[in-house]
């Protein structure tokens, strides 16, 4: 297995603009996580789903963010519109049932500019 | 809901001295453990888990932890360490049951002196 995929792996995008990262789950699994990780604030979970389903969403900042799991092979992370303090390394994650155990994907370091 | 410290956010440390990267966490029963490790520029990867049974756990790079119920602690140890263990680590702590959230502590960066 290729491991969780995470595109793009850049991303520098003007303020105001929309922002689009995605992910493509390890297959099999049924958990899927996205973390924010930033100098200030270290690792943030923003929102988890099972079986395609977000489960908790409590971690999102604000309305301009937005996560979707169509499927359960591909989830997307939008940011709509895109501010500088947005700027940060968006890390996916998928687990299956058995396993607490979560693998990472390589992440997207976003710059807001 | 739980939480994990790692008091720790930087150690240095010589290459060929012992290692000890300290974890606490904050949850009404034993949750399941986790240490990840992070290098420049990279996804976190798992070292060690616990779930239940021996509280010593071995993982991969020749770390170990070893799981204080009394404690709430998750330390993590290595004998001797390399310049290649130069990198951030993570501790993290998920609830016993199936579909929970795994959360993290603050990181502990380490350094290795040649």
């Known amino acids: 297995d290729a491991g969780v995929i995470q595109s793009p792996r850049h991303e520098v995008t003007e303020m105001g603009q929309e922002v689009t990262l995605r992910c493509k789950p390890i297959s099999g699994h049924n958990s899927l996580f996205w973390y924010r990780q930033t100098m200030m604030r270290g690792l943030e979970l923003l929102i988890y789903f099972n079986n395609n389903v977000p489960i908790d969403d409590s971690g999102m900042p604000e309305d301009r963010f937005s996560a979707k799991m169509p499927n359960a092979s591909f989830s997307t992370l939008k940011i709509q519109p895109s501010e500088p303090r947005d700027s940060a390394v968006y890390f996916c994650?998928?687990?299956?049932?058995?396993?607490?155990?979560?693998?990472f994907g390589q992440g997207t370091r976003l710059t807001v500019v | 809901a739980q939480s994990v410290t790692q008091p720790d956010i930087h150690i240095t440390v010589s290459e060929g001295a012992s290692l000890e990267l300290r974890c606490n966490y904050s949850y009404g029963a034993t949750p399941y453990l986790f240490w990840y490790v992070q290098s420049p520029g990279q996804g976190l990867q798992l070292l060690l888990k616990y779930f239940s049974g021996d509280t010593l756990v071995q993982g991969i790079k020749g770390f170990e932890a070893e799981f204080k119920r009394s404690q709430s602690s998750f330390n993590l140890r290595k004998p001797s360490v390399h310049w290649s263990d130069a990198a951030e680590y993570f501790c993290a702590v998920a609830p016993n049951n199936a579909g929970n959230m795994l959360t993290f502590g603050g990181g502990t960066r380490l350094m290795v002196k040649p």
């Open positions: 994650a998928s687990r299956n049932r058995d396993s607490a155990e979560a693998f």
